[in-house]
């Protein structure tokens, strides 16, 4: 049942390493029901929870009778200003395990009533989760990791990061311990060390999404941009052929990339065409597989 107005509050939880993992709450203020079911949306590479209409689809989620918890990984680079990459040291150290970690920690956090809602109960056999890019690549390692996530939904997700580290970044990690990226919007150079690439290529049994996705019998919706120039829509393809759920969907949407046609910052009144596909796509599977 679609909700009328939605509370959001903003807090944090400690992670593993004693760092806080940021999230927003955005909690349906007339539900007839005690208990909610809760989704967990988690952003990609370069990404934060307040990106671009992330915070208005997940206003939109709420709308449709869930919690939902828009979270920050702790090593994401975004510090104290919710929308500016001022932690690069962090982002430099921000591993697929730690990520990974991290989701652990905010289901544990809603289990214990750390993250709670005074004006709902957060109903903890019900939780669903919502990952963009790599977000839907850990996301993935994330549903087979914890038994809590019950439904899954991804958006552009890659297939395996073990297949994105090129030669030159290789040889960066060798030669002198980190790689360097540029974010195309703010200019930034940012450094990835090589720690990432060995966390990755260690555990990438845990850790790689074409792995993990062998593990899922839960209901599993893959979505991905036909024109994706960051991630081929052929890694959702792959994602899914290679799930045995009996319970599983691909929607590959035409004329249309890796972020559906949002960019940063949204301050039109309408989403675009195609990232309201996306959402409306995304709610009707968690009414159907979650609530």
């Known amino acids: 049942m679609t909700m009328g107005n939605i509370y959001k509050t903003t807090d944090s939880v400690n992670s593993t390493k004693n760092l806080p993992i940021r999230y927003d709450l955005y909690v349906p203020g007339n539900s007839s029901r005690d208990l909610l079911p809760v989704l967990i949306f988690v952003h990609g590479f370069k990404g934060f929870k307040d990106w671009g209409p992330f915070p208005d689809a997940c206003e939109d989620l709420a709308r449709q009778g869930f ?50 809602s005074s004006r709902v109960g957060l109903h903890t056999d019900y939780i669903g989760i919502i990952g963009h890019s790599r977000g839907g690549h850990t996301a993935i390692a994330a549903a087979a990791e914890y038994p809590e996530i019950q439904s899954l939904v991804t958006w552009s997700a890659v297939a395996s990061y073990n297949e994105r580290w090129t030669e030159q970044m290789i040889n960066d990690w060798e ?43 839960l209901p599993v919706l893959f979505i991905a941009g036909k024109e994706d120039e960051s991630v081929p829509y052929q890694d959702s393809v792959k994602l899914h052929r290679n799930c045995p759920s ?20 949204f301050e039109d009144d309408d989403y675009p065409e195609k990232f309201s596909e996306v959402l409306e796509l995304t709610e009707g599977w968690f009414l159907d597989n979650l609530a």
């Open 67 to 116: 919690v939902v918890i828009a979270m920050n990984f702790s090593m994401n680079g975004i510090g104290d200003n919710p929308a500016e990459f001022d932690r690069l040291d962090l982002f430099e150290q921000e591993t697929l395990s730690q990520d990974l970690e991290d989701i652990g920690t905010v289901i544990e956090a809603v289990k214990n009533r750390e993250i709670q």
């Open 246 to 265: 009996s319970n599983k969907e691909l929607r590959l949407i035409s004329d249309t990339g890796h972020t559906f046609g949002a960019s940063h910052p």
């Open 175 to 217: 030669k002198q311990g980190f790689t360097e990226i540029k974010n195309a919007r703010t200019g930034q150079m940012m450094k990835v060390g090589k720690v990432v690439y060995e966390d990755a290529i260690d555990n990438a049994g845990r850790l790689m999404a074409i792995e993990r996705v062998k593990e899922l019998h």
